[in-house]
């Protein structure tokens, strides 16, 4: 049929309504939008007021459509009869099957058996008896709900007297979990979440083994608390070591963040029951006061060895827990913590604590109209330990500096410092002592930088800076024998020396075809290095002395080529023989990293210290076999030649739902976990007692 055709049969259809249903059309234009009728056949029936529409029917009414071969319809009461088969949109979903009998003033109806998609949802619902209560709720007789799409679903649930309500759960009884046709699991009640935001319920089970905790069960349920609180219930079962359960509750108001967790574990037989507790917020208080946390305790030394997930965590050697307070106003700061540490590999009776620490900052500011510039630092500490020295330490740290050019070339700035330390010590024979102590720094520095026009597709310029600087450093010899000694600040030994650095920066300006120029510094190259003027002079009565000077030579290499690859290097290197080693490198760390933001990533890093320590950590994430998406990480002690940990973690990725199965391969344990991700139902991803343990 014409488009002409349709739309003259369209119109008809409107002027037909109208004509016989006045006082209903009426009625509809003061409570909706009118009914539009299209089709290739209209007639009606004046007897009975209904209107029959026959091929290619398209009935629109304040935006809900149907489509259908054959419809009756009645203006009186807004009713409309499918007798085969139909479809019905709005903005909820879309609704498909055969013999609907609907109501298209309040989108009521019923449908024989179809299926009906929910968009925002992402729902698909198939079943017989299908009717539409509203446009939030839904209920069938029989029917099955999944999150994958086709005829043959991965995965559904199917149960009976179904109940769906938008924003809430879809419930139902007797119900069968299908893997494809196969039923693999039988629930006498059926929930399952109906909402686009974040719903309470059970997460996803993870299995698995170890050959340290036996067979493992981890199971977790998610409980939503307000729009800004939520919480995470934990249950671990290790058949050779314990019960774990735990509890991690997340935060978020107007001036405060965060997330706090406990876990506990009773062990079996002689395992030692065992906690965690972990408290992390930033947030602000009343009067611009800075609230911070970063709390983690553990009461066995052995915790993270036992439930650690990665490196950092089983290989950790003491836990450390701060909650300071911090102000900041014009230029100056003040802030406040305590700091505890628990040795998890000594004893901790002697573990130095500060409780608390204070620090008072105000950031260099003119005196007057003078050249002159002044600035101040204060540090007060409280040293606190079960068994050992205490006591209580003030530092004043006054400086004066007076900063100046020359010729618009060099900036100059020397600034002297005077550092007084004030004591009070519990083992100490005179309870309060004092030590002053004077410092004398000069800085020199200057830039020069040159810009390259560079004929690039999208590198229209290039600007080198190259910035030079030498730094002269000298604290006298003084007497400090008499002072407590706490750390490494009561013991500051004499310094006479320069330190030299140059730095080069390389910058791209990007332009796009159809955007504003970006900036994007693809190298940064500094080299430094000191040279000891005391240890410069030769000793008259051992000319062959062995005193060197110059210290290693610091190489700092960042690469930003793309978006997508990056390369650090951090190095020392000693041109010196010391203590009969040859020259070479001290220190070196290197990492290569690679990723282009599509699922694939690969990372390379080495790090070497002389007499110490040589390994390589190795890892790749891909996507390129999708659906199988790989994770593999490797890392090896190359002194002694033995891998320290090998993980790999494979992901079956379906449209609808993944399966992970986990090998973790350590000197002291081997560990293979299996669990499932259903789309819209999280998964347990780590042990309750491991920090943000679900996915």
Not at 233 to 261: C, I, M, N, P, S
Not at 652 to 658: F, K, L, M, N, V
Request: proline residues 4%; negative net charge.
């Amino acid at each position: 049929m014409s488009v002409a055709r349709r739309f003259l049969l369209g119109l008809t259809a409107v002027l037909m309504l109208a004509a016989a249903g006045t006082v209903r059309a009426q009625a509809s234009r003061q409570e909706g939008a009118p009914v539009r009728i299209e089709a290739d056949q209209l007639s009606a029936d004046r007897a009975t007021g209904l209107y029959e529409a026959r091929g290619n029917v398209r009935i629109e009414r304040d935006g809900l459509t149907l489509l259908a071969d054959e419809v009756k319809y009645d203006p009186q009461t807004g009713d409309a009869w499918v007798p085969g088969p139909v479809a019905v949109r709005d903005a909820e979903g879309t609704l498909a099957g055969e013999d609907l009998e609907i109501n298209l003033e309040s989108g009521v109806g019923r449908l024989a058996r179809g299926r009906f998609f929910l968009a925002e949802q992402q729902l698909y619902v198939e079943g017989e008896g299908i009717e539409r209560l509203s446009a939030q709720r839904y209920r069938l007789g029989t029917g099955s709900v999944t999150t994958c799409a086709g005829e043959r679903p991965d995965w559904q649930f199917r149960a009976r007297d179904l109940e769906m309500s938008l924003g809430g759960f879809a419930r139902g009884s007797h119900a069968r979990f299908y893997l494809k046709d196969l039923p693999v699991f039988y629930f006498p009640y059926f929930l399952y979440p109906a909402k686009t935001e974040r719903e309470s319920g059970f997460l996803m089970p993870r299995y698995g083994y170890s050959d340290r905790r036996g067979w493992e069960l981890s199971l977790a349920y998610y409980q939503v608390i307000a729009r800004n609180q939520d919480a995470t219930l934990y249950l671990d079962y290790f058949t050779d070591y314990g019960l774990g359960k735990g509890v991690e509750y997340r935060y978020l108001f107007d001036a405060q963040e965060g997330e706090a967790k406990l876990y506990h574990v009773n062990g079996f037989e002689q395992e030692d029951d065992a906690f965690l507790l972990e408290w992390r917020n930033d947030g602000r208080l009343p009067g611009e006061v800075r609230l911070g946390a970063d709390v983690q305790y553990v009461s066995e030394r052995d915790y993270f060895d036992r439930f650690g997930e990665v490196a950092g965590e089983y290989n950790l050697d003491k836990t450390e827990s701060k909650v300071f307070l911090s102000r900041a106003w014009y230029k100056n700061n003040l802030s406040g913590q305590v700091k505890y540490l628990k040795d998890l590999y000594g004893p901790n009776d002697e573990t130095l604590q500060r409780l608390p620490q204070v620090r008072f900052a105000a950031s260099p500011r003119r005196f007057g109209e003078s050249p002159l510039f002044y600035g101040f630092t204060g540090d007060y500490d409280s040293f606190w330990r079960r068994e050992g020295n205490k006591g209580q330490r003030l530092s004043l740290r006054p400086t004066l500096a007076a900063p100046f050019q020359v010729g618009g070339l060099l900036e100059i700035s020397p600034e002297v410092a005077l550092r007084q330390r004030f004591y009070s010590a519990s083992d100490e024979d005179d309870d309060f002592s004092q030590k002053g102590q004077v410092e004398f720094i000069t800085r020199v520095s200057s830039s020069f930088a040159r810009v390259y026009a560079v004929e690039g597709k999208s590198v229209r310029r290039i600007q080198h800076l190259l910035a030079p600087e030498i730094a002269y450093e000298y604290i006298p010899q003084t007497g400090q024998e008499r002072l407590p000694r706490f750390d490494a600040e009561d013991r500051i030994g004499p310094v006479h020396r320069l330190r030299y650095s140059l730095t080069n920066r390389l910058t791209a300006r990007l332009q796009p075809a159809d955007g504003a120029a970006v900036y994007h510094e693809f190298v940064y190259f500094r080299l430094s290095q000191d040279y000891d003027i005391r240890e410069s002079a030769v000793d008259p009565l051992n000319p062959r002395d062995n005193l060197r000077p110059f210290s290693d030579v610091r190489a700092e290499l960042l690469v930003r080529p793309t978006r997508w690859l990056s390369l650090d290097v951090d190095g020392r290197y000693a041109l010196q023989m010391r203590e009969r080693k040859t020259s070479g490198f001290s220190d070196l760390r290197t990492a290569l990293g690679l990723d282009d933001g599509r699922g694939t990533a690969f990372s390379l890093g080495y790090h070497y210290l002389r007499d110490d320590l040589e390994y390589l950590d190795l890892s790749l994430r891909t996507s390129l076999l999708h659906p199988l998406h790989l994770q593999t990480s490797h890392r090896r002690d190359l002194v002694t030649a033995r891998t320290l940990e090998t993980i790999y973690d494979l992901e079956y990725r379906a449209q609808c739902w993944s399966i992970y199965l986990t090998l973790y391969d350590r000197p002291d344990e081997t560990r293979y976990l299996l669990s499932f991700a259903l789309s819209g139902v999280g998964r347990v991803a780590k042990y309750g007692g491991v920090f943000g343990g679900v996915q």
